[in-house]
């Protein structure tokens, strides 16, 4: 039994404030293993294609390394889903960071044996897409167990500095590392990958659903149940529906960009530094959070991020070049964070414990699932208009998406819902809550009555 559930039976006279979150080990220690996961996948992202058009002068082939690795991550994802809820968390987190472990370092070696093949490379695409759909929902949840609920926002903007920070040091960290030698971004992406080992590893969390509705939840349903309890809300359908354009936009915009940012002679390092625009922005939304939590309601700000991304898909298009396209990717990267804060409280907070893991896996794959398209489609578009004219038809294409969320008044009138202990997280230290402030087992997170 852990410490968390032995001191949840001592009486609310002995409660105490809940340790300051800079001196929670567990969770920085967590923290630090999904930081090194989440360089590592950034280094992955970019130092694997590099080599790929290196062994084979193929850019098809080269981009075949991103299109396998998130199919893999959503062809496994269901089951990934429902290992975090029926298997041991920590367990499943461990061997799942191994096997990502043994495979990232099975390329320097063979690039230091001189037998790294083309096959070889895909087949660690494969790996790593195939772990994320383990990892990813059990360290999710693992993060946010150590937590008391009043510390979960300021956490998860911790949390959002890490992702920002990953997305803007990554791809020109593995540039460097190529400098020191073709095999030191793979050595890089093994190192990241025993730190997050390390830390599951070290770390010890609730790992299975609490007994009573939570192991009920966790044996039944599925692997689709997280699906059926997404589209049982009725304020969680436009939500994830609107952040799925906004990424299918988003990743549709990268290729017209660069194309034309070439084109008005940018050299692949101001592209990168104009492409870096959103992380910088991120990392500073990431300090904004609470802030903007407070000045409007979940749908609000969902709306308003969604709608200032149409007008920067168009900024490529002003004078200024790189600069323009800098500026405005900062602007729409400064709600980022707080969109994502949203999806958490909205969601993963707020799910029963039986059904987090497959929940969080259903809301991954639905995020990313309509990536590929964007990234294929905006390929094909090249091939016949000139990037303005594609950058032109996303924008509208996001536009029209986005005008029945903004019609409804689902969106516009969802507040935020009041946050209680979670199962998994228990009560604050030393205090019990009352029964009714659990979840109930099938009850969707409700919104707060709109001012």
Do not use: K
């Amino acid at each position: 039994m852990t410490t968390d559930t032995a001191t949840a039976s001592r009486t609310p006279e002995a409660a105490e404030p809940p340790v300051p979150l800079r001196r929670n080990w567990r969770f920085q220690a967590l923290w630090a293993g999904q930081a090194g996961s989440t360089l590592g996948l950034q280094l992955a992202d970019t130092a694997y294609p590099l080599l790929l058009l290196a062994l084979t002068g193929s850019s098809t082939i080269a981009g075949a390394f991103g299109a396998l690795q998130i199919g893999a991550a959503v062809l496994f994802g269901l089951h990934g889903g429902a290992a975090a809820d029926r298997y041991d968390r920590r367990l499943v987190l461990i061997v799942g960071d191994t096997v990502r472990l043994l495979a990232c370092t099975s390329v320097p070696l063979a690039l230091a044996l001189d037998r790294l093949t083309v096959a070889h490379t895909l087949l660690v695409a494969v790996v790593i897409g195939a772990t994320i759909a383990y990892t990813g929902p059990t360290r999710l949840i693992a993060v946010r167990s150590v937590v008391p609920p009043e510390q979960l926002r300021q956490a998860l903007a911790q949390d959002e500095a890490r992702m920002s920070g990953a997305g803007l040091v990554g791809p020109p960290l593995a540039g460097a590392l190529f400098g020191l030698g073709r095999g030191a971004p793979f050595v890089g992406t093994a190192v990241t990958s025993l730190l997050a080992l390390t830390a599951a590893l070290l770390v010890r969390f609730p790992s299975r659903p609490e007994s009573g509705t939570g192991r009920a939840d966790a044996a039944a349903g599925g692997a689709l149940a997280g699906y059926r309890y997404l589209s049982r809300n009725a304020l969680l359908r436009p939500i994830l529906a609107v952040v799925l354009l906004i990424n299918v936009a988003g990743t549709a915009m990268l290729l017209p960009v660069m194309v034309l940012l070439r084109g008005q002679g940018t050299s692949s390092a101001g592209i990168g530094l104009a492409l870096a625009g959103e992380a910088v922005g991120a990392l500073a939304g990431a300090l904004l959070v609470s802030r903007l939590h407070r000045l409007a309601g979940p749908g609000v700000l969902l709306l308003a991020v969604s709608w200032l991304t149409v007008p920067v898909l168009l900024a490529p298009l002003l004078p200024g070049g790189a600069v323009a396209v800098f500026a405005a990717l900062f602007t729409v990267g400064l709600g980022t964070p707080t969109l994502r804060v949203m999806i958490d409280l909205l969601v993963f907070s707020r799910v029963p414990d039986g059904l987090r893991g497959r929940v969080v896996a259903a809301t991954m794959t639905m995020f990313t699932v309509g990536m590929p398209a964007g990234m294929v489609g905006s390929g094909l578009l090249l091939d016949h208009f000139s990037p303005a004219a594609v950058l032109g038809a996303v924008a509208a294409l996001l536009a029209v998406g986005l005008v029945p969320a903004t019609a409804g008044r689902t969106l516009r009138r969802a507040g935020w819902p009041e946050q209680t202990p979670t199962p998994e997280q228990g009560p604050r230290p030393e205090q019990t809550p009352a029964p009714e402030q659990a979840p109930a087992p099938e009850q969707a997170p409700a919104p707060a009555p709109p001012s």
